[in-house]
């Protein structure tokens, strides 16, 4: 199978960024926000999204994890299951602001679980979405808020977030039939 | 495009799991890891104010007991609750069992009416692998006779593991009445599995005639009769209900005698190492092979297994996968 970088360290670091500063904007500062990442690679990039605001605003960004496979609405086949990671939220998300962050936006089903889990959790002001690559194709009526890269994609091909702290590299590519050099 | 999302599409790696739970003889340690990290993640659940997530919805768990059973039966309710299951209970008495029906049957007819998992406890060892061989239902053994008790056995190496940070060298001592003990066996398989030291101590007519030998089916682990000998150094002390509703051939001549010679009290306690720790399966005889001030004092974990059972089960539930034959 081909695969095609679409985004390098650099990329990956400038996008951050930029959507830090929308966060910032749009939540008017930071003081009442809770950055919430989903498990694997949102959490990562959860956590240097938060140091991100934090430099920017100079004040301290409570950071959380999120593992949503109890809340799948796929947990139907006999004899494999996904592994469980745990939830590690150290605040109430009580009247915060919360940022989802996650790699990759696709059906949009795991957002769907993650807004389960979150609400049984607590009660906040107002959830936003952030994502590292939107690849489209949706299943559900839910749109990011904070998009890195948009990628139009076919459902033949692969986008894979890679992360320093989980893959040993900062990289986004593209794999599949539909991709040429 | 529901098939789209599966397994391939789910970003955490995956985990494979047997339908059935039936006893620890064949558990490798890695799957008893993979239980004990599904249960951290199910202790983090009971943590949270809403003790409830969807992971078995339109689920039905029957709770099929054969034999008397407070704790262990609302324990599953509880951990099947929790992952959203629907729970049907039913207890022998008061059931077509006592109009004659076979346990087959009773089986055939719980999975035509759409139990996805079997919870059973019944008084002959073997029936739960009978019915696991006819049933396309998860079935998981909650106690078969003298037999086995899986989920028990889980719970305790959990809480020790929990308590002491591992299971390796650890030196456990079983004391009481093993003969009639599903739970001692289950244990001793599932401690010499994780590579714990295990000794059992009881009289000699409360030890299973043959152990040790190469076609009793047990693993060979040490025996000592004397307890101030075999709680000498000890990281767990569990100690056994007598089973005085077994005892049908005299195997005690007498009460008194057993209490003074195999009763966990605070002296004989201090013999094992200083942190060690004091499990029982429960129901408690105090007075018996436990005496009263050791129920509760800081060493005993009885309270803990309780609460750890819950999550251990939902684990086990979950990584079952609800059975129902699958996607």
Redesign the interface.
Known sequence: MREKELMNEADMRRGLTRIAHEIIERNQGVQELAIIGM???GVPLAHRLASLLESLEGHPVPVGSL?V????????????????????IPIDIQGKRVILVDDVLY?G??TRAAL??LI??GRPKCVQLAVMVDRGHR?LPIRPDYVVKNVPTS?HEEVKVRIQEVDGVDQVIIMGRGVDG | ??N????AD??????????HVLDLDDFSPREVEVVF??T??MK??LG???K?????RGKTLVNLFYEASTRTRVSFELAAKN?SADVVNIAVSGSSVAKGESLLDTIRTLQALGADMIVMRHSQAGAPYLVARHVKSCVLNAGDGWHAHPSQALLDLYTMRERLGRLEGLKVVIVGDILHSRVARSNIWGLTAVGARVVLCAPPTLIPFGLGRAEYPLPEVEVEYNLDRAIEGADVVMALRIQKERHKEGLLPDLREYVRLYQIDRTRLARAKPHALLMHPGPVNEGIELAADVVTCAQSVIQEQVANGVAVRMALL??M???????
């Open positions: 498990r694997t690679r593992d496979t109890l809340y799948r609405d796929d947990l139907k086949l006999r004899g494999v299951r996904p592994r469980l990671q745990r939830t590690h059906t089903r795991t389960d889990a049984d959790l299943e459902v | 495009m529901a789209r999302i599966s397994v789910l970003t955490a790696p995956t985990e494979t799991f047997r339908p990290e599904a951290d993640v983090e659940v949270r104010e809403i409830k997530v969807p992971a078995l992952l979950y990584l996968g609800g059975g129902g034959g699958g996607a």
